[in-house]
């Protein structure tokens, strides 16, 4: 049977070698993770702000307070359409001749 070395050892095995046993391993997994937390919500705090700098003085920095985009109109006047549908309708004969 052929033995498999790992180059990195799990977080759990670094500690159980260095703290002398499972409850000290436990205890420092849990505070590595804690601080772990701690810099992410940090550096949540720190997005948040940026982001509200950003926003501009009496805009909302919420998303769901915006308002959507007003639709676009349409800027095809009725002479353009009638044209496009003639121009369509003549293509779609050429192809379904070429096609029979």
């Not at 095995?13 to 205890?27: I, Q």
């Not at 926003?55 to 044209?83: I, L, N, Q, V, W």
Request: proline share 6%; hydrophobic share 35%.
């Amino acid at each position: 049977m052929a033995t498999v070395s790992h180059s990195a050892p799990t977080a759990a095995r670094a500690a159980r070698s260095t703290s002398g046993g499972p409850d000290g391993a436990f205890k420092e997994i849990v505070a590595k993770l804690e601080q772990q937390r701690d810099a992410i919500d940090r550096a949540l705090g720190a997005l948040r702000d940026v982001h509200s700098m950003g926003a501009g003085p009496g805009s909302s920095a919420d998303p769901a307070e915006t308002s959507t985009p007003a639709k676009r109109k349409s800027r095809m006047t009725p002479e353009g359409k009638k044209r496009l549908i003639a121009a369509l309708k003549k293509r779609w004969a050429e192809r379904k001749k070429a096609g029979a």
